[in-house]
């Protein structure tokens, strides 16, 4: 059986000024533009792993300590954020990690988001695990040329993330497992609904408590939960004392 490796970064940052609120397509840019060629350009286009839906295994957290301007439909940043950049794959940590730091930050939206620190963080380990989405988590299907999508009391949902996390598995060489999701908490206010590029996807905030193998645990935290990871969803991290 193969061995899950990858990590998780966590990235001090410092900006003045306004990013707007679809943000997320110039952060995602940015990740690829730090990335060496041809990595960047193939991870884009293409993804690391094959087939049929290929994946490319990675996932970041929104940009925390931004405060909302609802005036002006914008984000302010004044000061320290937070960024969290995780995968899969050893290759991909270690080449943006050089990449942010020889560019000494990143730019989005035309606002540099200078680099104050950055480091490798330890994961727990275990088959039990509670978690706080740090950017919305969604789970969906397509029927009939309709996108339906499902809040964490639906039962299709931990079906989702289950599956998701199992396709992961498969391509890296690792078993499936089963997954339990429990939301802690929901509330519908934890409902995000958000736009990339031109579509707007429906995501949910909050707290889990998950339970499976420890390799599907560790994979959720490296590579997301549920849908379009490399877009910015569904990144995850430990709640620290649950």
């Known amino acids: 059986m193969a061995s899950l490796s990858g990590g998780r970064i966590r990235l001090r940052l410092y900006a003045e000024g ?40 990675f996932v970041f957290s929104r940009l925390l300590g931004l405060t909302y301007l609802k005036e002006e439909k914008a984000f302010l940043a ?11 794959l050893d290759e991909v940590v270690g080449a943006l990690g050089q990449g942010v730091w020889r560019r000494g930050g990143l730019e989005v939206h035309g606002l540099f988001l200078r680099l104050l620190e950055m480091g490798l963080e330890p994961l727990p380990a275990g088959e039990r ?8 988590i969604t789970a969906y299907r397509t029927e009939g040329g309709k996108t339906l999508y499902f809040n964490p009391l639906n039962r299709e949902f931990p079906h989702l993330l289950e599956a998701n996390l199992n396709r992961k598995a498969e391509a890296l060489g690792l078993p499936r497992g089963s997954l339990e999701v429990v939301p802690l908490g929901f ?12 579509t707007w996807v429906e995501g949910w905030m909050g707290r889990y408590r998950l339970a499976g193998p420890p390799h599907l645990l560790r994979l959720a935290l490296l590579s997301g939960l549920g849908a379009k990871n490399s877009q910015g969803f569904g990144f995850v991290r430990e709640v620290e004392g649950a």
């Open 18 to 57: 306004r990013l707007p609120v679809t943000y997320r397509e110039g952060l995602q840019a940015a990740l690829y533009s730090a990335l060496p060629s041809p990595l960047g350009e193939r991870l884009h286009d293409e993804g690391l792993l094959g087939g049929r839906r290929p994946l490319k295994l």
């Open 78 to 88: 004044q000061g320290e954020l937070i960024l969290y950049f995780a995968s899969a």
């Open 129 to 136: 695990l509670v978690v706080e989405a740090l950017a919305p």
């Open 187 to 198: 509330h519908p206010r934890q409902k995000r609904l958000e736009r990339y590029k031109g």
